[in-house]
């Protein structure tokens, strides 16, 4: 299991609910997000939008490690979450294993659990892998 580094903050979407990464590797991803008012919906639980963002994240950051130096990209085609605990506070933790690694998609399964370790989601994500089409000197720079 090699390790990739994980010293750059994320960006776009997952810097907006705070993702922070904590390992990155072929076959396991962790990492987490400190629970704030902005990430809960009105009754005061954690969004269940928060969680299966994260799992569609890690699953992407872990097959991305190995596909896109090859010259593909990775991007989620499918993700299920349960919601079987509600969060209202602390910190939400992630680990994502992979369960398939494909030609073209690898799946991953997400659990997202509290700080007393007790388990709140599981996600399955399945990740599309994808020839990164060359950019042509036509094609305007998107600014991402």
């Known amino acids: 299991m090699e390790s990739e580094p ?12 705070g993702l922070e990464m904590l390992e990155v590797h072929e076959d396991l991803v962790l990492g987490q997000v400190k629970v704030r008012d902005d990430l809960r919906q009105p ?15 890690l699953a992407s950051l872990g ?10 990209g ?15 506070d602390g ?14 998609t ?4 997400v659990e997202i659990t509290d700080d007393a370790g007790r388990l709140c989601a599981l996600t399955r994500v ?3 892998v994808r020839p990164v089409p060359a ?10």
């Open 63 to 72: 097959t991305a490690v190995v596909v896109v130096p090859e010259g593909n």
């Open 43 to 57: 009754f005061g639980l954690v969004h269940g939008g928060v969680f299966a963002s994260i799992a569609e994240t």
């Open 126 to 128: 399945t990740i599309a």
């Open 91 to 104: 910190t939400i933790h992630a680990r994502a294993v992979r369960r398939h690694r494909g030609r073209t």
């Open 6 to 17: 994980v010293n750059l903050p994320p960006g776009g979407f997952d810097a907006l609910y």
């Open 106 to 109: 690898w799946i991953w399964d």
């Open 74 to 88: 990775a991007m989620g085609l499918s993700n299920s979450t349960s919601f079987l605990r509600p969060m209202t």
């Open 135 to 144: 950019r042509s000197a036509a094609t305007p720079d998107s600014g991402s």
